[in-house]
């Protein structure tokens, strides 16, 4: 199918001016590799408990001389003329609470993918230790700290105006490398002997790119 897909595109290759394009038989296929493009599921989690201390007001009876909460006294304000009513002014701390829990999938450049982006199949094996493994793996670009420093940077959300903070973690939960089969065959000129590739996805068959190769 790899093989199909790309006879069909490499009519592509090779145009010079825009419009002169080789003949098909000056175009051959001199090779097929399937590697896998790895991806990285990174996730966790970040909660903060802190409080904030303000100034509050509440509207009492215009009459009103003095109140006393808990032992303390307040005297009422006037608060304008025109509004026939006071009000008492005290300072108080409120508590609250903030948690976001979220993952994120990147690429081995360290470039976020949306999920809806990749093609998803039943795996073929658990690969517990890729290395030791004879399979073509595209190197990772990242690192697993510029990993969590990513997912730091998305969850972490200390709000601006905290006076104190009485509780505050960041954890990493989930970490999984998913490993994409991809096919690329390599077309050579056989007048110029210049080489082009195309990379199909080898679970949904679709082209991804092709023109030069990258590494």
């Excluded at 590697?35 to 970040?46: A, F, H, Q, S, T």
């Excluded at 006037?78 to 006071?86: A, C, G, L, N, Q």
């Amino acid at each position: 199918m790899a093989r199909l897909l790309g006879e069909k595109v490499k009519g592509k290759f090779f145009v010079r001016l825009g419009f002169l394009k080789p003949k098909p038989e000056e175009i051959r296929l001199i090779s097929v590799d399937k590697y896998y493009e790895p991806y990285i599921v990174v996730g966790g989690k970040y909660a903060i408990d802190y409080c904030k201390r303000r100034v509050y007001a509440i509207e009492v009876d215009e009459e009103m001389q003095e109140i006393v909460i808990a032992g303390k006294e307040f005297k009422p304000e006037s608060v304008s003329p025109e509004r026939p009513f006071k009000v008492i002014k005290f300072e108080g701390e409120g508590h609250f609470h903030y948690e976001d829990e979220a993952y994120f999938i990147l690429d081995r450049m360290g470039r976020e993918v949306l999920p809806e982006q990749l093609s998803y199949a039943p795996s073929e094996e658990r690969l517990e230790n890729l290395t030791e493994l004879d399979i073509k793996l595209r190197k990772m670009k990242i690192s697993s700290e510029q990993e969590i420093e990513f997912l730091r940077s998305r969850i972490v959300s200390k709000p601006s105006d905290v006076d104190e903070v009485t509780r505050e973690w960041f954890e990493v939960n989930e970490r999984t490398i998913i490993c994409i089969p991809r096919y690329e065959l390599t077309f050579q000129n056989v007048k110029t002997g210049k080489e082009a590739i195309v990379e199909i996805d080898g679970i949904t068959g679709k082209i991804i790119r092709y023109g030069k190769k990258v590494t």
